[in-house]
């Protein structure tokens, strides 16, 4: 797989289709590699006509890793961002939305269509809020504005998520990894175990760094209320969630979209916070007809 230098750091990227096909660029979330991005979406969205880019985020996978930083008090952060102080984190979720388009820059992409989910759907939103002019249009998948009014992550889902495995032995990596996609995964849709297990053992083998997550966490609490950016971006926008997700709930994508001038909003009943096989056709649909429409 290619590396790359872009904002000033290794980036690890993928890049599919053709390169004379509009560009779309995947950002994916918290703690979560590029592999996320399921091939099966990702070959949909060629089969639409996208040349399509995914990529590890800096802190994890095989991009950078801000090992220089040290660890992050995701506690004291919180206590920071909640009296209002502004709290000193290794770096932003704008520094992220920067690397996005210095990935764009070295690959020599003027503007590109940008989906992102979860964390990586807020650095989306960023993108399209503070680089306007690199921007055709924006998908925000299971995320949301920051706001303080939209509900928490139900407990056993942000638990889950956040606790990390008692040790690195296979069989603890993939009974912790199983714990956390039925936790925060889709009630309608639940993987197969012995394909869980396979792609579990996989992300474990490509990479495995607990502190570039913790770091991404400390980004993500101190970007706060992202309401007032979103109001500035004018990229044609489609806000896409789950009905059942139970880490950012579903009142995030209202939310989103009601402070997006213009903006879409498309839900699937039975999602939670994954993106399932079973959604791939009508999900790629959506994002497809939906950058088709902003050109």
């Known amino acids: 797989m290619p590396r790359i230098t872009a904002n000033g750091i290794p980036l690890e990227y993928e890049s599919y289709g053709a390169e004379s096909d509009p560009a779309m660029l995947l950002v994916m979330g918290l703690g979560a590699q590029l592999t996320l991005w399921p091939m099966e979406l990702v070959e949909a969205l060629v089969a639409r006509g996208f040349r399509v880019i995914r990529y590890d985020n800096r802190d994890i996978g095989l991009s950078h890793k801000f ?68 921007v055709l249009s924006l998908t925000s998948i299971m995320s949301t504005t920051g706001h303080s009014s939209v509900p ?13 495995p008692a040790n690195t032995e296979m069989e603890t990596i993939r009974a912790h990894g199983v714990r956390v996609a039925r936790a925060i995964g889709s009630p309608a849709y639940p993987a197969d175990e012995a394909v869980l297990h396979q792609k579990i053992e996989n992300n474990f083998k490509r990479s495995f760094y607990p502190a570039g997550m913790a770091r991404q966490m400390a980004a993500i609490i101190a970007d706060g209320d992202r309401r007032s950016r979103l109001a ?64």
């Open 67 to 134: 090992e220089d930083a040290g660890k992050v008090s995701i506690p004291w952060t919180m206590i920071k961002a909640k009296v209002g102080l502004k709290p000193r984190v290794p770096y932003t979720l704008s520094d992220m939305a920067a690397d996005g388009v210095g990935l764009l820059d070295a690959l020599g992409i003027d503007r590109a269509h940008i989906v992102g989910a979860s964390m990586g759907g807020m650095i989306a939103q960023l993108i399209a809020a503070e680089h306007p002019g690199r």
């Open 232 to 295: 500035k971006i004018n990229a044609p926008t489609l806000v896409v969630h789950g009905e059942a997700d139970p880490l950012v709930k579903v009142e995030g994508a209202h939310d989103t979209a009601a402070h997006i001038s213009g903006a879409k909003l498309k839900l699937f009943p039975g999602m939670g916070h994954d993106l399932p096989v079973e959604l791939v056709g009508p999900m790629a649909d959506a994002i497809a007809e939906h950058a088709a429409s902003a050109v």
């Open 152 to 164: 928490a992550a139900e407990k056993e889902a942000m638990a889950a998520l956040t606790t990390r």
